[in-house]
């Protein structure tokens, strides 16, 4: 009867200590964000904290369009001089114009193609020879036109998206970190997605890069940290940008697809305060109510989610087409 009892005993502890520890790699993310979004109202020199705490220059991939574009003009709210890299150089210029005439910062820009891999990251190093990056925001990312099964992808496609996704990242972060663990001080901050939480079926290949951006992150900060660089990676869910474009559906939602503005204001008041964050507080409740199910769920919901998108998408780019009736079949 008395080992009965201290059984049951323990077994209650088990199940309260992981209950306790659930709670609290969830809500402490949340705490977390609610304090680096209150922090500025409170803490009047926060907004430019950034600048003294990890130096002058930042450098955003993806830069001239929805959340790495938003995410620059943060920065340069706060005083950060920014390197703007994307394809396109007219689009490159522009945004430049617009910071500097906003802001009293420096920018820089670089036209590369992150698709084409090593290529396009000696053309930044050699572009920025000697100088400091002390902010590196691996932002760029490229998924498919629309949620479709992993034979439908363009082979072309699935190169661009590794070598976006996960090569640019990867690249970017030994190409910079040196110089960053000399000075002892810098920051990196790589953008994941939300969609690294479970499998994605329907965007298979965009959600697996997006967790090995996950897995890198953590490693990276392990390996980093000691040295005073902070790497943080964000996991965004739905933000309303031309990526999404395949729905339309999708952009109706004003409280959980949040605008690219919206998410880089909070996205940015987590830097240097959260490793990990989705980087906004909508995202943030979307995370943990996610979480709560397990994997074999969320991956059902994703499939459902992803089937009634492309579903949207085909039937207002090809009424009536094969693809259409497939989709409509399965779901
Ligand atoms: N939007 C979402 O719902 C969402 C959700 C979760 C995570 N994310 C992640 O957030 C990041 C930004 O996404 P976004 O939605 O803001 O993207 P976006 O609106 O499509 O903007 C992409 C930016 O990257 C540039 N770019 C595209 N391909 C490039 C290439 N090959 N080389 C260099 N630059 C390139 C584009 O400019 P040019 O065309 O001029 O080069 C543009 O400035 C991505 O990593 C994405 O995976 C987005």
Redesign the pocket.
Known sequence: MADCCIYTFLLAAVGLLAIFLFLLENLWSLLQAVRAILAPYFIPNEETALAKKFGPWALV?????????AYSFELAKRGINIVL????EE??KNTAKEIESRFSVKTKIIA????LGRK?VEVVKEEIGKLEIDILVN?????YEYPTFVTEVPEQVIE?IIN??VG?ATLMCRSFLEGMKQRRRGAIVN?????EHQPMPFIAI?AAT?AYIKSFSAALRYEYQPYGITVQHL??????????AYSEKMAKDKIF?VS?EQYAKYAVATLGKMDESSGHWAHGIQTFLLKLAPTWIRIYIAGNINLAFRKEYLSRIKPGSKSCEEAAKIQ
């Not at 890299?85 to 396109?88: D, L, T």
Request: proline fraction near 4%; charged fraction near 20%; avoid cysteine.
């Open positions: 991939t993806g830069s001239t369009d929805g959340i790495g574009r890299v994307s394809r396109n689009r490159l590369a193609d992150f698709s396009a932002n760029v990312g490229k998924m661009d976006i996704n640019a953008v994941s997605s939300g969609s965009y997006k996991m965004p869910m739905y933000v309303d940008t031309k990526m999404n697809v690219p």
